[in-house]
């Protein structure tokens, strides 16, 4: 099983922010996602898998969540 957002959840969310900046370095923060129905980032979701055969279950907790490291020069 293979979980991976939608590109419209990968996308930089380029606000007005970040195109005034001239480089990288002077970006401290970012936001990705510009889907309309909302943001997967910092929710948490649980799928639960059911055998047909002997009906046991497993759950799979899943949070996604991004890391944005700021790095100097």
């Known amino acids: 099983m293979r979980l991976n957002p939608a590109m419209q959840q990968l996308k930089l969310n380029a606000s007005a922010d970040i195109k005034d900046k001239k ?10 996602g ?8 910092g929710n948490k979701y649980k799928i639960r898998v059911i055998s047909k055969e002997t009906g046991k279950k497993i759950d799979f907790n899943i949070k996604y969540d ?3 490291e700021y790095r100097e020069q």
């Open 66 to 68: 991004y890391n944005f």
């Open 34 to 41: 510009i889907a309309e129905q909302g943001s997967i980032w």
């Open 23 to 32: 480089t990288s370095v002077d970006v401290n923060a970012v936001q990705l």
